[in-house]
């Protein structure tokens, strides 16, 4: 229960429930292409923050209140092996029981793609 409660409650904050906290930086207009640094098992992700442009940024980039240069979500997910755990890539992108990764919100909000080839291009 206690653990339900803290995910709606995080999920509300994201959804700018509550008055959030402004960043200093614009949200890129372009379309950025995600991949890790090395080789990749999948096809790369395009994400666009035009069809994010309703959430809080610190819904994603949940480490700007702190620092608000911590944009880049590889300078702490730096662990291309492990699927699990704090430090991996994997995880922050679709760890089910997060609202901050892509996955998890998806399922949460039940918007947004959630079957691997809507966001994996085919790999090359
Ligand atoms: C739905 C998730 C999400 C939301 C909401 C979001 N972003 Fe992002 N943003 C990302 C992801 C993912 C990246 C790519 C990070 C990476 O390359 O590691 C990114 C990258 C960026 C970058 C580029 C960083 C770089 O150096 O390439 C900036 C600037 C940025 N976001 C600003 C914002 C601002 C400002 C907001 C709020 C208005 C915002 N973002 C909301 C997910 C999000
Ligand atoms: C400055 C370091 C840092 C940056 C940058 C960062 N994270 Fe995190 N992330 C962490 C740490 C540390 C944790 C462990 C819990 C905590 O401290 O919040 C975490 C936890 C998570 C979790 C929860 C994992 C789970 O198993 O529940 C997700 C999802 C996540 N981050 C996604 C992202 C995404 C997506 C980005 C980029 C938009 C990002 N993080 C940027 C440090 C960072
Ligand atoms: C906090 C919630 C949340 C997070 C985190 C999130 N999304 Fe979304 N996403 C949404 C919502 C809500 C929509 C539906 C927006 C609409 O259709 O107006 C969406 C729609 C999309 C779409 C379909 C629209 C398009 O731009 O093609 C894609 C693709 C997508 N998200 C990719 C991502 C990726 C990749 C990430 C992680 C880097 C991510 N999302 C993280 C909430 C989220
Ligand atoms: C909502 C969007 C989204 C969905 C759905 C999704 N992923 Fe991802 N995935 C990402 C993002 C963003 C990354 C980080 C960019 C990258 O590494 O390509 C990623 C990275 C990965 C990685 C690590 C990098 C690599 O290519 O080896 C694997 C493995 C992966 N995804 C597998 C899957 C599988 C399997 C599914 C379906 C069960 C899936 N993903 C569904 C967004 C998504």
Same mark, same amino acid.
Request: aromatic share 4%; net charge positive; proline share 5%.
């Given at each position: 229960m206690k653990? #339900?409660? @803290?995910?709606? #409650?995080t999920l509300a904050l994201i959804l700018g429930l509550f008055p959030g906290r402004a960043l200093a930086a614009e949200a890129p207009s372009?379309? #950025?292409? #995600?991949?890790?640094a090395q080789?990749? +098992?999948?096809?790369?992700? +395009?994400?666009?923050?035009a069809s994010h442009a309703k959430l809080e940024c610190a819904g994603c980039h949940h480490k700007i209140a702190e620092n608000?240069?911590? @944009?880049?979500?590889?300078?702490?997910?730096s662990d291309l092996k492990?699927?699990?755990?704090?430090?991996?890539?994997?995880?922050?992108?679709?760890?089910?029981g997060s609202a901050h990764s892509c996955v998890g919100c998806h399922k949460a909000l039940k918007q947004g793609p959630t079957a691997c080839n809507k966001c994996h291009a085919p790999k090359k």
């Amino acid at each position: 229960m206690k653990r #339900l409660s @803290l995910y709606i #409650l995080t999920l509300a904050l994201i959804l700018g429930l509550f008055p959030g906290r402004a960043l200093a930086a614009e949200a890129p207009s372009k379309e #950025l292409v #995600l991949r890790p640094a090395q080789a990749a +098992t999948q096809g790369s992700v +395009t994400f666009r923050h035009a069809s994010h442009a309703k959430l809080e940024c610190a819904g994603c980039h949940h480490k700007i209140a702190e620092n608000p240069k911590d @944009l880049k979500c590889g300078g702490c997910h730096s662990d291309l092996k492990e699927k699990k755990g704090e430090k991996s890539w994997y995880n922050a992108f679709h760890a089910a029981g997060s609202a901050h990764s892509c996955v998890g919100c998806h399922k949460a909000l039940k918007q947004g793609p959630t079957a691997c080839n809507k966001c994996h291009a085919p790999k090359k």
